[in-house]
């Protein structure tokens, strides 16, 4: 069955700009998780979304971060105002309750 | 919070040989999950192998497995008959709950593993 997808593959924006990712999660996987990784501060948690729960956001690192998933499904992680800093792999995990998550190939981003 | 060290940024082995890749962790979770993960090159994570911490016995999926010292909060990886494909980044992770919960993964910084011919 398809796994966890993630689009663009590579994104490259100015500074200041808003940025868009995705994740498709594997079907009928209840959790999605997005993590951060950088060079300087290794793999990050962001957020974790569980069904109809409310997400757990504990993990961004500041309000021009935010992600939504609509329809328990597709989720997309949105980044305003980008920084440099903000240069990273974003990666997505879905999971279905047992405890394994299943990570997609991620999204570079670069900040110019 | 909970913490992941891995104190060997890179490592290298000779093809068909066996590695050990160390990872500790400090929590105070009496239930909790621990796992290696994979990343190749290609940037997707794979988990390689998953020990639950309230069983005694550990892991193994073919030539990986684990020594798991719940009281040393220790949970090496080793690798046997080491194969070129092999070579990648491998994480350690700590993810806390119980049965049928799913909550985030803490992760180390990684080991880069170098398999050389």
């Known amino acids: 069955g398809a796994g966890v997808s993630q689009s663009p593959s590579n994104k490259v924006t100015e500074k200041g700009k808003d940025v868009e990712l995705r994740c498709d999660p594997i079907s009928g996987h209840t959790a999605l998780y997005w993590y951060r990784q950088s060079l300087g501060q290794g793999l990050e948690f962001l957020i974790y979304f569980q069904g109809n729960s409310a997400p757990d956001k504990s993990g961004l690192p500041s309000d021009r971060f935010s992600a939504e998933r609509t329809g328990g499904s597709v989720s997309t992680l949105t980044i305003q105002r980008t920084q440099q800093e903000d240069s990273a792999v974003y990666l997505c995990a879905s999971s279905n309750g047992v405890n394994e998550q299943f990570f997609g190939p991620g999204t570079r981003l670069t900040v110019l | 919070a909970q913490t992941v060290t891995q104190s060997q940024p890179e490592m290298s082995v000779q093809e068909a040989e066996t590695v050990t890749l160390s990872c500790t962790y400090d929590?105070?979770?009496?239930?909790?999950?621990l796992f290696w993960y994979k990343q190749p090159p290609s940037r997707q994570m794979i988990l390689v192998i998953r020990q639950e911490a309230y069983k005694q016995q550990n892991a193994t999926e073919n030539r990986f497995s684990v020594n798991f010292q719940k009281a040393a909060k220790s949970f090496s990886l080793k690798i046997s008959d080491s194969q070129l494909g092999d070579t990648a980044m491998y994480f350690c992770a700590f993810m806390r709950g119980s049965g049928g919960s799913n909550y985030k993964l803490t992760f180390g910084k990684g080991t880069l593993l170098t398999v050389n011919p």
């Open positions: 929590t105070s979770e009496n239930n909790y999950y």
